[in-house]
């Protein structure tokens, strides 16, 4: 499986930007029972989970630092996940990596830098 997220950018305090992520070796729909999403991680800081979608039963989280700005979604026909971001803050500058955890493997992307500037 590989994950090649893009989108990243630098964008202004308030601005918006949306994240892809595209996967290969692995078929959405052929699949009941994984996760795919996004962490991130700052200068100085963990690693952290942003947002995720589960396959399994259709439920999505998100973190608190994001919810009700952030939104994921999926295009299973083209295997997919999207990551829209709105009223982005300097706090969320980070590099986002797409993150699939299915079975007993965790597969990562090469990250996409996001900067907000204030």
């Known amino acids: 499986v590989q994950l090649v997220e893009s989108g990243g950018g630098l964008v202004q305090t308030g601005g918006s930007l949306t994240l892809s992520c595209v996967a290969s070796?692995?078929?959405?729909?052929?699949?009941?029972?994984?996760?795919i999403g996004w962490f991130r991680q700052a200068p100085g800081k963990e690693r952290e989970g942003v947002s995720y979608?589960?396959?399994?039963?259709?439920?999505?989280y998100y973190a608190d630092s994001v919810q009700g700005r952030f939104t994921i979604s999926s295009d299973n026909a083209k295997n997919t996940v999207y990551l829209q971001m709105n009223s982005l803050k300097p706090e969320d500058t980070a590099v986002y990596y797409c993150?699939?955890?299915?079975?007993?493997?965790?597969?990562w992307g090469q990250g996409t830098q996001v900067t907000v500037s204030s």
């Open positions: 993150n699939m955890k299915f079975g007993a493997s965790d597969y």
């Open positions: 070796g692995f078929t959405f729909d052929d699949y009941d029972d994984y996760t």
């Open positions: 979608i589960s396959r399994r039963d259709g439920s999505t």
